[in-house]
């Protein structure tokens, strides 16, 4: 089966080809059906544009800005019940200011409404974050992820999570010194660059690699890791699992992992 792929990006959008690449190369069983941004200019829209996939924008930053603004400009559905996401959604201190976070779901809630619109056209089976920065909150989530096993949702990170979350994975891992660096691809969860982890890939760094070196050795491995973790997917290999183990000494100990069954 043909998988119908949703992609959201804010850049250049070098994953975004190498998935397109795997798509029209027959390499996955599936289609990248709609690309969208969260930024009218991020470069990746012109790739898709080139290879005839319709796009779409999002404008955050206008929409943070209205809400900041004039609050009630901004509507949401009426259904939509702020101080519920804000419980369940982890990317926000818990202590922070209430003000804040209330205006941080109104106007990211508000961009998903939009974004939710945007992809049901195309009815996709997959959404995949490639070099997306924005957060996402339980409402898009949810809207997608209907059977716990199965979560819809991928993002790739620049780390080896949970080392680095964040928006500079390859630069954190530089300035930290560390010998090995890598990429993940996780479905997303409510927290920040968390979520059950699908694949990794790793690479030596070298005293002399510079950042650019890093970020040259970790793109090179996602554009061959994104499409394996969709190849996966389409294939209906990827469970989460969540796994009771005995811990020696006493105890139990609890973790979710994603199941990549043998291909069947
Ligand atoms: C990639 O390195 C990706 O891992 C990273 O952004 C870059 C996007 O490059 N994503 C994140 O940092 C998400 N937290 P691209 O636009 O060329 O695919």
């Known amino acids: 089966m043909t998988i119908k792929i949703g992609a959201l990006i804010s850049g250049g959008g070098t994953n975004l080809q190498a998935i397109i690449d ?12 709609v690309v969208g941004s969260d930024n009218p200019d991020a470069k990746g829209l012109g790739r898709a ?5 319709p796009q779409f924008v999002v404008d955050y930053r206008r929409i943070i800005k209205a809400v900041k603004e004039a609050p009630a400009t901004v509507e949401l559905p009426a259904d939509i019940d702020l101080e519920d996401l804000g419980q ?10 209430p003000g804040r976070l209330k205006r941080f779901l109104h106007s990211r809630v508000a961009a ?28 898009f989530i949810d809207h997608f992820n209907k059977d716990p096993s199965l979560p819809r ?7 080896l999570l ?12 530089f300035r930290y010194g560390c010998k090995v660096g890598g990429c993940t691809v996780h479905f997303i969860d ?16 070298a005293e002399s690699d510079t950042l650019a070196d890093i970020q040259k050795k970790g793109l090179a491995l996602e554009w061959e890791l994104y499409p394996q973790c969709i190849q996966w997917f389409a294939e209906d290999r990827l469970r989460t699992v969540t796994l009771t183990q005995e811990i020696p000494g006493g105890g139990v100990g609890q973790r979710t992992v994603v199941k990549i069954a043998q291909p069947g």
């Open 190 to 205: 409510y927290g920040e660059d968390t979520g059950p982890i699908i694949g990794q890939r790793a690479f030596p760094i």
């Open 112 to 139: 998903e409404v939009a974004l939710i619109a945007e992809l049901a056209a195309y009815r996709v089976d997959l959404v995949i974050l490639a070099g997306f920065m924005r957060n996402l909150t339980p409402y």
């Open 88 to 97: 369940r959604q982890s990317l926000l201190p818990a202590n922070g200011d």
């Open 162 to 173: 949970p080392a680095f979350p964040g928006v500079d994975g390859y630069g954190d891992t």
């Open 22 to 33: 795997a798509c029209e190369q027959n390499a996955i069983d599936a289609e990248v059906s």
């Open 49 to 53: 544009e080139k290879h005839g996939i």
């Open 153 to 159: 949702i991928m993002n790739i990170h620049p780390a």
